[in-house]
Each structure stands twice: as C-alpha cells, then as structure tokens.
C-alpha cells in the first residue's frame, strides 16, 4: 500500500506557473504506474496525464504542451509542472497510482476508476 500527499496548489493569475507535488510513502519499493486527475465543481474527474513503471508518459491531448509530468525516485515524488493556466483550470488536482501489473493500455492512466491509491487533492485557482 502506498498513501499519496499533494501540494503546490495555490492561487495563480491566468498565464502564470504552479508545479504541484506528490509525496509517497509506504510500499514505494513496488512498480507503480501513476497518473494526475483533476476534478471542477460538479464536473467528473478527469485525467490529465499518466506514467509507467518504466517512464512512458501519456498526455491528455487537451493538456499537451503545458502540463509536464516528471518524477524523483530518490524523492519518492511526481511533480506536475503547469504553464500559461487558464482560469478553466480551476480545480483541485489529485495524483493517483496503481501497481503496474499487466498490461496498462493508454486508456487506463485517464479512468479514475484503474488507479487504487489516491491523495487528498491540492486546490488550484487561476483567476482572469
């Protein structure tokens, strides 16, 4: 098992930067295929992009060019670094992970319901 803790969120003028983070801690010692999501006032989640145990990286085609996914391993984090935001960003954003057992299809690092372990969310609110 493995507990996830997000931070980074803030409040931020359209245009403007946010790296969030992802701290694990527990079994971090097992193959992982992590993702982020985030969820808008009464919308659904909704992923935003995924990595595998081996670092392929698959992007949301909506959010290709500016979110950025990468990971520390010494750290045991994965940052989402976020550029030019929008005030449709506006949302509380989750990182996710799973143990990478079989195979993972593109598909799955955007279905909330793949992933097991989930931290508590981290606000974002970009403003006009």
């Known amino acids: 098992q493995v507990q996830l803790v997000e931070s980074g969120g803030g409040s931020v003028q359209a245009g403007g930067s946010l790296r969030l983070s992802c701290a694990a801690s527990g079994n971090t010692g097992s193959s992982y295929c992590v993702g982020w999501f985030r969820q808008a006032p009464e919308k659904e989640r909704e992923g935003l992009v995924g990595?595998?145990?081996?670092?392929?990286?698959y992007y949301a085609d909506s959010e290709k060019g500016r979110f950025t996914i990468s990971k520390d391993n010494a750290k045991n984090t994965l940052y989402l670094q976020m550029n030019n935001l929008k005030p449709e960003d506006t949302a509380v954003y989750y990182c996710?992970?799973?143990?990478?057992?079989?195979?993972?299809?593109?598909?799955?690092?955007?279905?909330?319901?793949?992933?097991?372990?989930w931290g508590q969310g981290t606000q974002v609110i970009v403003s006009s």
């Open positions: 990595m595998n145990s081996r670092g392929t990286i």
């Open positions: 996710a992970a799973d143990l990478c057992g079989g195979l993972w299809y593109r598909w799955y690092f955007f279905d909330a319901k793949k992933f097991a372990y």
